[in-house]
């Protein structure tokens, strides 16, 4: 890995920190050849703080180190990726990121999905929502939907109208998530189960 240090003002270059699992982006900070060199070394990432004038462990006092798990260099040389697996919060202010985000792990649209559901239970007008009147029927009507729409998908997959069988397994998996809510659980408690059996 050749990195091109001089580009930069001081020899410095940006790296940015992300959480291996989430793979949400929690600090950027700057690093040189001897916070790079001391990176590999300890496993714990190590920057050179311009604010202190010398190299910086992450965590060095609150604990909150930032392990190391791969280093990645960009297409120019000049900024590095780096993934680790954090311990506490990365924010010096205490926040999970340097953006007071929450560092859960996100599934894109599904989450977003998932997050439309609780809003429609939550404003519990079985009136106006399909999914807040599927939830005041109680949960064995939502498992028995569940079953329909399983059905429904293998049935169009013995055919072959991919469109239907597309628009069958959306319906599955909405209702899906709405029976994981049914029970207090989300889409996260499922993949945990699947990361539990990869090992």
């Given at each position: 890995?050749?990195?091109?240090?001089?580009?930069?003002?001081?020899?410095?270059?940006?790296?940015?920190?992300?959480?291996?699992?989430?793979?949400?982006?929690?600090?950027?900070?700057?690093?040189?050849?001897?916070?790079?060199?001391?990176?590999?070394?300890?496993?714990?990432?190590?920057?050179?703080?311009?604010?202190?004038?010398r190299l910086w462990t992450k965590g060095e006092e609150s604990g909150n180190?930032?392990?190391?798990?791969?280093?990645?260099?960009?297409?120019?040389?000049?900024?590095?990726?780096?993934?680790?697996?954090?311990?506490?919060?990365?924010?010096?202010?205490?926040?999970?990121?340097?953006?007071?985000?929450?560092?859960?792990?996100?599934?894109?649209?599904?989450?977003?999905?998932?997050?439309?559901?609780?809003?429609?239970?939550?404003?519990?007008?079985?009136?106006?929502?399909?999914?807040?009147?599927?939830?005041?029927?109680?949960?064995?009507?939502?498992?028995?939907?569940?079953?329909?729409?399983?059905?429904?998908?293998?049935?169009?997959?013995?055919?072959?109208?991919?469109?239907?069988?597309?628009?069958?397994?959306?319906?599955?998996?909405?209702?899906?998530?709405?029976?994981?809510?049914?029970?207090?659980?989300?889409?996260?408690?499922?993949?945990?189960?699947?990361?539990?059996?990869?090992?």
């Open positions: 890995m050749i990195i091109d240090f001089e580009k930069h003002p001081e020899g410095l270059v940006p790296a940015i920190i992300q959480d291996a699992q989430t793979k949400n982006v929690l600090m950027l900070g700057y690093m040189n050849q001897d916070a790079l060199d001391k990176t590999k070394k300890t496993n714990l990432v190590t920057f050179y703080s311009r604010s202190k004038n180190v930032l392990n190391l798990v791969d280093i990645k260099l960009d297409c120019d040389h000049d900024t590095l990726l780096i993934s680790v697996n954090p311990k506490g919060p990365t924010c010096h202010k205490g926040s999970d990121t340097c953006w007071n985000q929450s560092n859960e792990e996100s599934y894109g649209f599904v989450t977003k999905l998932e997050d439309t559901i609780t809003s429609r239970i939550e404003s519990a007008d079985a009136q106006k929502s399909y999914v807040a009147s599927l939830f005041a029927k109680g949960i064995n009507k939502i498992a028995q939907k569940v079953g329909e729409e399983a059905v429904e998908v293998v049935i169009e997959a013995k055919d072959d109208n991919d469109k239907l069988f597309l628009e069958e397994s959306a319906d599955l998996l909405f209702h899906y998530l709405m029976l994981l809510q049914a029970k207090g659980y989300k889409m996260n408690d499922v993949v945990s189960v699947l990361k539990q059996r990869e090992k």
